[in-house]
Structures are given as structure tokens and as C-alpha cells.
């Protein structure tokens, strides 16, 4: 891994999407075959990332176990590399 460090805003409560009938928080929508999240973060060069920093709304743990979520979508090859900060 590298030197660098990103922070991943994901805090929103996603209203326009679930006043559209989606539900979930926005990350978690598919695109083209893939999460938001997915697409968010793939398109980072990890390479270069030191640290992942997930910043989320202690809720979505609660309610959507965001960090089993995040693991599965990152794999095993970037345990360790991220951390998710929770704002209430």
C-alpha cells in the first residue's frame, strides 16, 4: 500500500432516493452491476492508499450492518486498510 490517505463520505441519508421508493442508504443502490459504493471506491487508486477512512451514520451500522457490507465488497485484500468513523 502507499502513502496516502481517503476519506469516503457516506453519511447522507439518501431522502431523494427513498422519497423515490429506494430503500437503503444510497451507497448500497445497484448500478450497472454494481454498488454505489462499489463504484466509488474502485475508481480510487488504492494502490496508492495508505488508509481508507469510511466516514457513515452510526444508523446504517445499526440498521444495515455497514461494516459486514463494506468487508464483503472490499475483500480480504484490503483488511486492515480501511477504518470506519461513525457520526451520530
Not at 441519508?13 to 445497484?30: I, V
Request: glycine share 12%.
Amino acid at each position: 500500500m502507499g502513502g496516502l490517505n481517503y476519506a469516503v463520505a457516506m453519511a447522507g441519508r439518501g431522502l431523494r432516493f427513498s422519497q423515490a421508493g429506494f430503500a437503503g442508504p444510497k451507497y448500497m443502490l445497484e448500478a450497472g452491476g454494481r454498488t454505489l459504493f462499489e463504484h466509488s471506491v474502485f475508481s480510487l487508486p488504492l494502490a496508492l492508499a495508505k488508509k481508507i477512512y469510511f466516514i457513515a451514520l452510526r444508523e446504517h451500522e445499526e440498521q444495515f450492518k455497514l461494516s459486514k457490507f463494506i468487508e464483503a465488497k472490499l475483500g480480504p485484500g484490503l483488511k486492515g486498510a480501511w477504518e470506519l468513523v461513525f457520526l451520530d
